[in-house]
């Protein structure tokens, strides 16, 4: 097999699965929303959803009934389908050739046949989950000023307890971004950190 | 791609670099793995969100916290207090599972069928 076919096997590869992150957020997002609408109406009573309601502000048509449920689904798959696109390119780009290095040294090493097991690269986990939580606390906070309620958002100012010095306006949400892309990245690598643990211990108990 | 699972022949290095890419583009999720981790990252999440409002001074009747508290809808015996930030953790570990495992298996699912399609593909043109 020529470079060229490798490299465009290799672009295929990424694009393949950067929609499939997309579906697979999308629709497991999606189906989050679609259910939590629909235990809200249930316990809810005579005013179901008063917190879940205030996702009205992002999606508009929203609200907390079991129409409102279909609208949440398709406003939730559209925003986790978007960031699960936006979470593996920048996971891929930031990666490089490391998460294929355990899988080179397994084919070096014994000449493997079957399907490898995945390994996360921590550093380029934790860059892309602390990315996208920047950009949707950006976004989300701009979106508050642009139509102009960004006084009146109380529960979103609720942020600035996690967040010092967040606060409903740009300056405020690139304050708060900064935390949150620290705290996203330290998840990240945790995720990454207990991930591989597993994976390798699993790989040991085989070899023994 | 069945050419591209055939590392029985010899290869350049830099073909075998390029080959172990794409195997790891295709590698299989762990679910367990994957579950845990998620699992694990979710639990402390929840948890430090409870304690950090507790550490605040906030409780289930005063402003801060009182938001938090109301998850208890969807998380009963959950509430903004010491013994609720370890039912929150226990809940975040629950859902972080769940979630992790779904997730690889979809993710495991949908490589399998692609992996398929492209292997059948290629035995429906090789044996045109």
Known sequence: ????????????????????????????????????????????????????GLLGVFFPGYSVTSAGAWVGFFWAYLYAGVSGAVLYQI????????????????????????????????????????????LQLVLSTSWLVIRGTADESYHAALLGQYLPGYTVSILGSLIGAAWLFAYSYIMGRVIAIVYNLVTKAKANKRAL | MAEILDFQEPEPKDDQADAALVMSLFARMDHLGMALAFGVAVGITFCLATAILLIKGGSADAVVGYNLGTVSAFLPGYSVSWIGSLVGLAYGVLGGMVFGFGFALLWNFAHVVAVGIVILKADWFDLA
């Open chain 1, 1 to 52: 097999m020529t470079a060229n076919v490798r490299h465009q096997n290799i672009n295929r590869g990424i694009r393949f699965n950067t929609v499939l992150l997309s579906l697979v957020l999308g629709f497991g997002f999606g189906l989050g929303i679609f259910i939590f609408t629909h235990i809200s109406v249930a316990v809810g009573g005579a005013q179901p959803g008063r917190y879940l």
């Open chain 1, 91 to 134: 996971y891929i780009r930031t990666s490089g050739s490391e998460p294929s290095k355990q899988v080179l040294s397994d084919i070096q090493n014994s000449g493997m046949l079957s399907r490898p097991t995945m390994s996360l690269s921590g550093n380029a986990f934790g860059i892309a989950l602390g990315a996208l939580m920047v």
